[in-house]
Nanobody, 121 residues
Framework: VQLQASGGGLVQAGGSLRLSCVVS??????YAWFRQAPGKGRDFVAA????????TYSDSASGRFTISSDHAKSTVNLQLNSLKPEDTAVYYC?????????????????WGQGTQVTVSS
């Protein structure tokens, strides 16, 4: 299984970005996005189950970010709206075999390489 994240960039506060994670190899049960700011740990952002698209979000992401999946393209997307400077981080996509939502990074077996999101004030 390989996860390839893309879509990061530099955006002004209040702007939007769309991150994509292309999944190759076998299909997993659940996918998620995490982020890691400089000097901080890896934090959960959002997760989605592949079969029935159940979703969960962190408090900071709820209402601003939307996770979705495209089965035809084997991608998991994260739409980032109303971005704030504190959203600046490297964003990672992750996957796990289990078909249940999880927010702990330790429960995800597969990781992409990360894509940088920088929000200027």
């Amino acid at each position: 299984v390989q996860l390839q994240a893309s879509g990061g960039g530099l955006v002004q506060a209040g702007g939007s970005l769309r991150l994509s994670c292309v999944v190759s190899g076998r299909t997993l049960g659940t996918y998620a996005w995490f982020r890691q700011a400089p000097g901080k740990g890896r934090d959960f952002v959002a997760a989605i189950t592949w079969i029935n698209s159940r979703r969960t979000y962190s408090d900071s992401a709820s209402g601003r970010f939307t996770i979705s999946s495209d089965h035809a393209k084997s991608t998991v997307n994260l739409q980032l709206n109303s971005l704030k400077p504190e959203d600046t981080a490297v964003y990672y996509c992750a996957g796990r075999s289990a078909r249940s939502l999880a927010t702990s990074s330790g429960l995800y077996e597969y990781w992409g390489q990360g894509t940088q999101v920088t929000v200027s004030s």
